[in-house]
């Protein structure tokens, strides 16, 4: 939620946690680097998030939910779909008394409160949340998806076809999607690596997770070329190299 330097200034400094010095080097701090003062003033540890996210919502008039400490069943996650929470920025907590509880963003906004009722059936009643912890919990939504990942999986590898100019066949819409997928997937599983591997008769693809390495889908053989040209386009890297080791990168961001 954007709420304007101004008023921002008056919740922190009338709360006696931040003076008008801290909070004017952080607002110029957040000018310069494009930060919100909030973020300026947390990782200076002037605040904590949960000290800032009680003050906002105390001058919301709205409760404050950190989401992360809160158990979310699938079957209220799916009151809301992903899509719509991504557009609106929230998150259903929890159904009670034809209530929803709602954690937001920004709970003034009257028109997400309007589309997830209508959603729901249910009568709406919002919290507020920082917009770090619905970036967190929107992950929720990639969790389980084993079946779904190997779905879009099996259905593009049906799709690809053998192309001698691997830039050509990099750029085909079942090869871009096979990436997309797995990248996705790696961030819900908050893995730190993923190794593609050629076998025999197969190529595996493994993530590393909590320092394990867990293999997690297997692709047909003769795929691994044109899915290893994508890699090294999008980072920059000589794709009729074969010999040596070369070093690139890219960025791939999900929400």
Request: aromatic share 6%; hydrophobic share 40%.
């Amino acid at each position: 939620m954007n709420i304007p330097a101004p008023t921002l200034k008056e919740i922190l400094v009338k709360s006696g946690y931040i003076d008008e010095k801290n909070f004017a080097d952080a607002e110029r701090a957040s000018t310069e680097l494009g930060r919100d003062i909030t973020d300026i003033l947390i990782f200076r540890g002037l605040i904590s998030e949960d000290i800032v996210g009680n003050l906002i919502s105390e001058y919301l008039k709205v409760p404050f939910v950190q989401i992360s400490k809160t158990a979310i069943s699938p079957e209220i996650l799916a009151l809301i779909p992903e899509k719509l929470a991504r557009t609106y920025r929230m998150i259903p907590l929890e159904k009670k008394d034809g209530k929803l509880s709602l954690a937001m963003a920004d709970p003034e906004d009257f028109e997400a409160i309007e589309f997830a009722r209508r959603q729901t059936n249910l009568t709406v009643v919002p919290f507020y949340t920082t917009e770090k912890e619905i970036a967190r919990a929107l992950g929720l939504y990639k969790k389980g998806i084993k079946e779904d990942f190997q779905r879009q999986i099996d259905e593009n590898i049906k799709k690809s076809s053998p192309d001698r100019n691997l830039a050509k066949a990099a750029e085909k819409v079942p090869i871009v999607k096979i990436m997309d997928t797995i990248m996705e997937y790696a961030i819900s599983e908050r893995a730190s690596d993923v190794h593609i591997e050629t076998q025999q008769d197969e190529v595996i693809v493994r993530f590393r997770i909590d320092g394990v390495l867990r293999d997690v889908v297997k692709l047909k053989k003769g795929i691994e070329d044109a899915l290893v040209a994508r890699i090294k386009i999008l980072s920059n890297l000589k794709i009729d190299e074969h010999r040596i080791p070369q070093d690139g990168r890219y960025k791939f961001t999900l929400d």
